[in-house]
């Protein structure tokens, strides 16, 4: 048995500043089994070739598939559709540097760039691509050349672009692909490489598909890794010097880490708009003591102590064991996650004590019924008050406000237009928009559930993939009009106030909105825009405003807390006096006071 | 209440403690409820409403703001919130936003 000497490649437009996690673990996995494995981020070269402030906007952009656009033609030749540049010529590029410098990228830069990366590849016999979001075409690009210079190498291709019907649908269509890994490459992976090493055919490996005439075999996937402590770690070696020859700042990467996949979430109430994970919904998550092993590692070998989680949802179970183990052992990381809302304020202190500075909670709105329109099973005063406790507790908050689900109103987001300003003092989301309609997602496979007048792919695919792909089967954006939609003009109001919000957050000075209580004495500073005073309440007002300050509560909750000798409506009505003076955020029979403690860290 | 005067408002209290007094005992817990909750409904807008007229001071906060509270007086007390560790917002890693 003789080892392929084996490359596995990262291609643009994988984001330039963060190793591959999927590179770094295929490398470890393939190790462990023997097989030698190099990892090239070569999205480096490309990111270094163009300027990084140019290629980050690129890596980012979701949509329109500027990115895959540009390495078009290299990939399909003359059955690529746009050779004339039609698609930036169309759109509205600025923000991504602009039609005429898209096209010279696309003419010179792209052509260059894989000139000089196939000369890499002397005496490699397997390349392997991983494929996310927009990096298929500069990936068949890559491999077609290799394939043209080298008429001997193999290509396996993976990743979430492979996923389902849209890996079948690749292998079948695009030449250059001989392999694909449908589905987790953990146990594949090395498979595939002991079956080319011994001279067996790969194609009953569970997992991999190949085309055969005009069709496309493939061997169901195995059931998904279940057993995530047996991974080893990701070896990211190879990245950090490849950025160290190219000159790429590396002081501040965060390092990935995945400690759970699958979604527990999803699981049992799929989110309506949420197209990740595909066909792997399934939650499965390492023990935290491996968790904490990793980190440990990680944080000695490549001299950082930040990490970024690449879990869609964090493990509840690790608020109880490793948060509070990071934080005993006193190591100092910042750490990224993703969770989900309905996080208490004691838990929200948790987390920044063991070091987790940045969240995104998957917000999605601040209205209650649009919430439950979309499955999120969190009401709209828990996402305020994980924003009021993340701001108290510095932690920064990334989420987007989301609007187009079915069954929504028009004054389902005038309350929340109405209900920002107020809120000037919480972190603002990172952009408001209409929802993608993604490939996996419920809205997507359940259109008798969301009926829809039209669904097509993203506009983009056709100036991107020849006319001999099925484009239904490989996009995962679509474009799609809802039974029954709204006007678009009704979300403007809401887009502009979340711009005011954004531009009263970065402001010089930062709104505030804060409180120091006494017994039966509370005064609340508000220093938010054009609100500037203090407000003094006392006594039983005071007591019911402070009842409301840790958790979005009822009327009737903080009557019977206190004991009032008043009925219950009176504490509904003050609640609706706090509000009409931004002081609480009402979700129909919950409230939840805005203003946070003056007092820092408790 | 302003239409009645105290003098209507007793007299009225007097009549219904005897009409009260002629009814059997579950007539008496109907009118004793529907008292209740017609007295509820009709003082509600009376809690608290002194107390929010007067709770707030325009530009008090400004005095309050550069009070020193045991931590450097410069900032008060907008530095006593953590404005947020890691600068800016954090991008989104989901895809689901069309910004």
Redesign the interface.
């Given at each position: 048995m003789t080892a392929w000497p084996t490359v596995i490649v990262s291609m643009p437009f994988q984001q330039a500043d963060r190793p591959s996690i999927q590179l770094g673990l295929l490398k470890a996995i393939g190790e462990r089994h023997g097989f030698s494995v190099r990892t090239l981020h070569a999205n480096l070269d490309f990111a270094m070739r163009i300027g990084v402030d140019q290629y980050q906007p690129l890596a980012?952009h979701?949509?329109r598939q500027v990115g895959d656009w540009l390495f078009s033609v290299e990939a399909f030749g003359d059955e690529a559709p746009d050779p004339g540049g039609g698609l930036v010529a169309e759109l509205g590029v600025e923000e991504i540097g602009g039609a005429e410098r898209l096209l010279a990228v696309r003419e010179h830069d792209v052509p260059a760039y894989l000139d000089a990366l196939v000369e890499e590849f002397d005496g490699v016999r397997l390349v392997g691509f991983s494929s996310t979001?927009q990096q298929n075409t500069a990936s068949f690009a890559l491999a077609r050349r290799l394939k043209e210079r080298y008429p001997g190498i193999l290509t396996v291709f993976g990743g979430a672009n492979f996923d389902g019907e849209m890996g079948l649908e690749l292998v079948r269509s695009v030449e250059c692909v001989d392999f694909a890994v449908i589905g987790e490459g953990d146990t594949v992976f090395p498979a595939l490489l002991g079956a080319l090493a011994a001279g067996d055919d790969p194609i009953g490996i569970p997992g991999v598909a190949r085309r055969v005439g005009d069709g496309v075999v493939a061997t169901p996937p195995a059931a998904p890794q279940d057993r995530l402590d047996d991974l080893p770690a990701p070896d990211y070696g190879e990245y950090f010097e490849r950025a160290a020859r190219l000159g790429l700042p590396t002081g501040h990467i965060a390092i990935p880490f995945e400690s759970a996949r699958g979604c527990w979430w999803g699981a049992k109430h799929h989110c309506t708009?949420?197209g990740?994970n595909g066909t792997t919904m399934r939650f499965r998550a390492k023990s935290p003591d491996r968790v904490l092993g990793e980190l440990d590692q990680q944080a000695r070998r490549y001299h950082t102590f930040r990490f970024e989680a690449v879990d869609n949802i964090l493990d509840l179970a690790y608020l109880k064991t490793l948060l509070p183990a990071i934080t005993e052992g006193g190591r100092d990381y910042?750490i990224?996650y993703?969770v989900k809302a309905n996080l208490t304020r004691g838990q929200l202190k948790n987390f920044a004590t063991a070091g987790v500075?940045?969240l995104?909670p998957?917000l999605?709105s601040l209205s209650s019924r649009v919430l439950s329109l979309m499955d999120k099973g969190v009401r709209a005063a828990q996402n305020v008050n994980l924003l009021r406790w993340a701001?108290?507790?510095?932690?920064?908050?990334?989420?987007?406000?989301?609007w187009g689900f079915p069954g929504e109103t028009a004054e389902d987001y005038a309350a929340q237009t109405a209900a920002i300003p107020a809120l000037y003092h919480l972190?603002?989301?990172?952009?408001?928009?209409?929802?993608?309609l993604?490939r996996f997602s419920p809205l997507f496979t359940q259109p008798s559930r969301f009926p829809m007048r039209w669904r097509r792919p993203e506009s983009s695919y056709r100036q991107v993939y020849p006319a001999t792909m099925d484009i239904e089967r490989i996009a995962y954006?679509f474009e799609y009009e809802l039974e029954g939609a709204l006007d678009p003009g009704t979300y403007e109001p809401l887009r502009a106030a979340v711009a005011q919000w954004?531009t009263a957050w970065e402001a010089d000075?930062?709104p505030?909105l804060?409180f120091r209580s006494a017994p039966g004495f509370l005064?609340i500073?508000?220093?938010r825009p054009e609100r500037?005073?203090?407000?003094?309440?006392?006594d039983?007002?005071a007591a019911i405003y402070l009842a409301c300050v840790d958790r979005p509560r009822t009327a009737a909750a903080v009557h019977r807390e206190l004991g009032l000798d008043?009925?219950v409506?009176?504490v509904a009505?003050?609640f609706q006096?706090f509000g009409e003076?931004g002081l609480m955020f009402l979700d129909n029979d919950l409230a939840i006071a805005l203003a946070?403690p003056?007092?820092?860290g408790r | 209440m302003p239409e009645i005067t105290e003098a209507q408002l007793a007299d009225f209290c007097e009549k219904l403690k005897d009409f009260r007094e002629s009814l059997t005992g579950p007539q008496q817990a109907l009118l004793d409820a529907i008292v209740g909750i017609a007295w509820?409904a009709s003082v509600?807008?009376e809690?608290?409403q002194e107390?929010?007229e007067g709770?707030?001071?325009?530009?008090?906060?400004?005095l309050?703001?550069a009070y020193s509270?045991g931590g450097p007086a410069a900032d008060g007390?907008?530095a006593?919130?953590?404005?947020?560790?890691?600068p800016?917002?954090?991008?989104?890693?989901?895809?689901?936003?069309?910004?």
């Open positions: 980012e979701r949509g979001f708009f949420c990740l910042q990224f993703e500075t940045r995104q998957g999605e701001r108290y507790y510095g932690i920064s908050v990334g989420w987007n406000i989301l972190q603002p989301p990172a952009s408001a928009g209409r929802v993608w993604e954006f954004s000075s930062a505030i804060v005064q500073y508000d220093g500037q005073g203090t407000y003094t309440f006392h039983t007002l008043v009925p409506s009176a009505n003050a006096r003076r946070l003056a007092t820092a | 509820n509600k807008e809690y608290f107390e929010f709770c707030f001071t325009p530009d008090q906060a400004e309050l703001l509270p007390w907008a006593m919130l953590p404005r947020i560790i890691t800016g917002p954090t991008g989104i890693k989901g895809p689901h936003a069309i910004g």
